[in-house]
T-cell receptor, first 114, second 116 residues
Framework: AQSVTQLGSHVSVSEGALVLLRCNYS??????LFWYVQYPNQGLQLLLK??????LVKGINGFEAEFKKSETSFHLTKPSAHMSDAAEYFC????????????FGIGTKLQVIP | EPEVTQTPSHQVTQMGQEVILRCVPI?????FYWYRQILGQKVEFLVS????????KSEIFDDQFSVERPDGSNFTLKIRSTKLEDSAMYFC??????????????FGPGTRLTVL
């Protein structure tokens, strides 16, 4: 069985501040890990994914995440928050890059304060 | 850029009625999926579909649910007799199936189903 835990259902940061969204995973097989973003009234957009290549993964919109096996973590970061980053962010895990079901976390709503 | 589309964006139905949610996956994709998100809860996997058959389904996907690819472009989710607890956002996704490692599931904008 696979699961992800997102710490913090709501995170607020000031514009220009570091964004850190936490995700820990549990998997009995080497995991594939994803971060998706959902803007209001829109679908799920892939930000980045880890597929057992480089442990530091760079995604769209300046986001990146680091796979740390020893900590079973895949935290999402962005050096400087922008107002347009306000959205809900979902960490997810799968046993393959895309063939198998994706198991999502509860989501973290990011608020960016001007 | 190619995208997954879903219709309708919002469907309201009476309990016990049948509903069909429609999706047009990205044209060269081979794997298709349905997920749902009940308000305030996680996005949950329902079913995956490949080569005209279900490849995996969750315990949520009971006999009230069915999926079909009626032609070369559409992928549908049918709920035979809707219940109040079926109210949710339903997401369709597709992936191209070229690589187990690098494949990505692309999601549509969702259909919000409200059962009254």
């Amino acid at each position: 069985a696979q699961s992800v835990t997102q710490l913090g259902s709501h995170v607020s940061v000031s514009e220009g501040a570091l964004v850190l969204l936490r995700c820990n995973y549990s998997s009995s097989v080497p995991p594939y890990l994803f971060w998706y973003v959902q803007y209001p009234n829109q679908g799920l957009q892939l930000l980045l994914k880890y597929t057992s290549a480089a442990t530091l993964v760079k995604g769209i919109n300046g986001f990146e995440a680091e796979f740390k096996k020893s900590e079973t973590s895949f935290h999402l970061t962005k050096p400087s928050a922008h107002m347009s980053d306000a959205a809900e962010y979902f960490c997810a895990v799968s046993s393959s890059g895309g063939y198998q079901k994706v198991t999502f976390g509860i989501g973290t709503k990011l608020q960016v304060i001007p | 850029e190619p995208e997954v589309t879903q219709t309708p964006s919002h469907q309201v139905t009476q309990m016990g009625q049948e509903v069909i949610l429609r999706c047009v996956p990205i044209s060269n994709h081979l794997y298709f999926y349905w997920y749902r998100q009940i308000l305030g809860q996680k996005v949950e996997f329902l079913v995956s579909f490949y080569n005209n058959e279900i490849s995996e389904k969750s315990e949520i996907f009971d006999d009230q649910f069915s999926v079909e690819r009626p032609d070369g472009s559409n992928f549908t989710l049918k709920i035979r007799s809707t219940k109040l607890e079926d109210s949710a956002m339903y997401f369709c996704a597709s992936s191209d199936g070229t690589s187990r490692r690098t494949d990505t599931q692309y999601f549509g904008p969702g259909t919000r189903l409200t059962v009254l």
